[in-house]
């Protein structure tokens, strides 16, 4: 049995076995240079110049050295308490000034309201004075006119109460004159004035015996050019702007 058996495998061991093909080399293929990429060179960018700025020499500025003080800095320095002293002393000055100033406009405002209360108290005295008398005081009214009068207008006046005393004396004619309102119309030659223009309104009332002393009543105005004779205000001109009859109607 057992020559059989050894005879029975002979022909095995007498085979030769084949060596296998080499399949390193044909069936797998060669990857590690063709399929996969040299992604180290290619795929990942250089970030390191590009992406990081150098910002070590324009971000960071230089620090110099302090600079000395200027001269100016230097002056006030030495000198500032004499610079403030000075200032003060300006804006004092200028504050003065603009005191100064106001109080002066201040001023001429209230010598122009005196002046025109002056003038509109003048002008009301004279007009009541020119149209009030009576017929035992009618020859002696220019002289009491006169002191409100002035240049050729006080001639004038005198001329005219000349001309109607002797008629309102037999007539006896009573006059009375009553101012209502006064204004300053104009004023000029500065704050305190040497002409001026006042209006004046007034009522008058006349009566005499040959109308039974039935008073007559008219509303007058009249327009007053004035001017200055030294510190007085004096009537130069009179115009008659209007003349309403208010006598009652029987």
Known sequence: MNDEEGASVGPAESAQPTEPESVLDEAVPAVLDEAVPAVLDEAVPAVLDEAVPAVSDEAVPT???PKPPSALRQWFSRHG??????????SFVAAGAFAGATAETYLAERA?????LRIAETA???ITTLWSYTPEDMDSLPDRSAKYLGGDFEEQYRRYVDAIAATNKQAKVSSTTRVVGAAVESLRGG???TEATAIVYTNTTSTTPQT???PSMKYLSY??????FGRDWRVTK???ITSLDLTPKL
């Open 63 to 65: 620090v110099s050295a």
């Open 223 to 228: 327009r007053l050019d004035l001017k200055r």
């Open 81 to 90: 308490t004499t610079a403030a002293v000075v200032a003060a002393v300006v």
């Open 112 to 116: 122009t309201v005196a002046t025109k």
């Open 124 to 126: 009301t005295a004279a």
């Open 191 to 193: 704050a305190t004035g």
């Open 212 to 214: 039974l002393n039935f």
């Open 238 to 240: 009179m115009t008659t």
